[in-house]
């Protein structure tokens, strides 16, 4: 079949766009382009193409503004939806991709994302769904006028389950969550720090069948090795020195519940092995005890690492990671939903405008534009504290972008300082890298009055990383 073409009549005053529906399925493609062309603001013209070869060579000849491609439709262009994804963005030279699939496609779906498309939308679908979709990227991307929408976006859900945002992506995360909440599969969170990986742990219990049993979460990164395997299994009086009395562990107190195993990527190899046969059976033992006891617990874990780079390191097992990732969920960062930026904000400045008992009149527009032009590498965290900090100390009033700059030290103590090129007399001075290390760190430590997790999280490390390394140097300076 060849491609079709077709285009609708609009007002004289829009900017026309280039729009490529790839489906299977012509006449869902063209149904589903023209309910785009009545939602949209502009008048695209609309290419249909039914597989990825065509897709191609339509690429190859032509550049479109926007793709709308049916994951089930690409795969005569590579094996698999990464690689056929993959190469599909390369062609489209900067084009807008909109992933299209089945809503059951979870996995397919984070491929696509994975492999370069800008969002993705679960079958079936509207015109008015894609149009909002679309305006939303293309407002993100800096194209708000070529691809408007006509009509406001659907509407969508700004807060779910201790999540705050009403962005695409978040959308997406919720439609996830409200998927997988039923399961009883392992659950493996990633993301960055700050993204709320805690949060989508208790939205995953508090949604599912288990809601009404125990929500048990264990910090891989903040309890000592020696200790890990008692806080996770559980003890029995006189197993070591200080074991008065026999306890449960973490899992046997989930039992029925969820078990949330937070910063998994710190966990010891030699408990790694434990915890995969665990997974497998079902039954565990305390510390000192042979009995073994049959536990019903539904895991998920998180991390902030790349987990596949910690099995290349050999610091995780890869059998454990294949056991844990069965449902798998990554939290974009704040940098990804600009749009999100002052919900939460707003949301944040409220909360704690209440609990202070003071009277903020929202932002100015000096303000708002600080806050959305940000990095923000702590994400969603690191805005908390600043709106949190700004509340305790101004007394009222519209925030303004001075306030927040006052109110901003975390970016203060980690700002870097200009580089100078070393002179010849100065260069016998430069310390060794532990030494420029722990002053980054306890420099951070005071910015925060000797707060060190605010330090921790500001740095992008975790708490027990900074109790490890001041250990060390302590250790190295009765040495010396």
């Not at 193409?49 to 089930?72: H, Q, T, V, W, Y």
């Not at 009149?361 to 805005?383: I, K, M, S």
Request: glycine letters at 8%.
């Amino acid at each position: 079949m060849p491609v079709a073409m077709y285009t609708t009549s609009g007002s004289d005053n829009s900017l026309s766009g280039q729009l490529l529906l790839i489906d299977s399925d012509a006449d869902c493609a063209r149904r589903m382009g023209q309910a785009l062309c009545e939602a949209l603001l502009v008048t695209p013209q609309v290419c249909v193409a039914e597989n990825g070869r065509m897709a191609a060579e339509k690429l190859r000849r032509s550049r479109f503004d926007i793709i709308i491609a049916d994951l089930g439709s690409l795969i005569d262009l590579a094996p698999g939806i990464e690689d056929a994804m993959s190469r599909l963005v390369r062609l489209a030279e900067g084009a807008l991709v909109l992933a299209v699939a089945d809503s059951g496609s979870v996995s397919a779906a984070l491929g696509a994302m994975r492999a370069g498309a800008h969002d993705y939308v679960a079958k079936p679908v509207s015109g008015a769904t894609l149009a909002s979709r679309i305006g939303e990227l293309a407002q993100r991307h800096g194209r708000p006028r070529s691809l408007g929408c006509e009509s406001g976006p659907e509407p969508v859900m700004a807060d779910y389950a201790g999540f705050v945002g009403a962005s695409s992506a978040m959308q997406f995360l919720y439609e996830q969550i409200g998927r997988v909440a039923s399961s009883s599969a392992p659950v493996f969170i990633t993301g960055e720090s700050g993204t709320g990986k805690d949060v989508c742990a208790e939205a995953l219990h508090a949604k599912g069948p288990r809601a009404e049993r125990r929500f048990v979460a264990i910090n891989c990164a903040a309890i000592p090795r020696d200790l890990m395997e008692s806080e996770l299994f559980g003890v029995v009086r006189g197993a070591f020195t200080g074991a008065h009395d026999d306890r449960k562990g973490a899992a046997e107190l989930a039992d029925g519940g969820t078990l949330f195993l937070d910063e998994i990527g710190e966990m010891d190899l030699s408990l790694q092995s434990k915890l995969l046969r665990f997974l497998q059976t079902g039954m565990l033992s305390r510390v000192g005890e042979t009995a073994a006891r049959k536990v019903d617990v539904r895991v998920i874990c998180a991390t902030n690492r790349n987990p596949m780079q910690l099995i290349a390191e050999r610091k995780f097992r890869e059998d454990l990671f294949y056991r844990l990732h069965v449902l798998p969920i990554h939290l974009p960062p704040l940098r990804q939903r600009p749009s999100d930026i002052m919900v939460l904000a707003r949301h944040f400045l409220a909360r704690y405008a209440r609990e202070e008992h003071k009277s903020f009149a929202g932002f100015t527009p000096e303000g708002a534009q600080q806050l959305t032009a940000a990095d923000w590498p702590g994400n969603v965290r690191q805005l908390q504290n600043l709106i949190r900090r700004m509340v305790v100390m101004f007394d009222g009033g519209e925030i303004s972008a001075p306030m927040l700059s006052a109110a901003d030290i975390e970016s203060q103590a980690i700002a870097p300082a200009p580089v100078e090129a070393p002179r010849a007399d100065t260069r016998r001075s430069i310390l060794p890298m532990w030494q420029q290390e722990q002053r980054i760190i306890e420099d951070a430590i005071a910015a925060f009055g000797g707060n060190i997790s605010l330090a921790a999280a500001a740095l992008e490390i975790s708490p027990s990383t900074i109790y490890r390394k001041r250990q060390n140097w302590a250790e190295m300076a009765a040495a010396g």
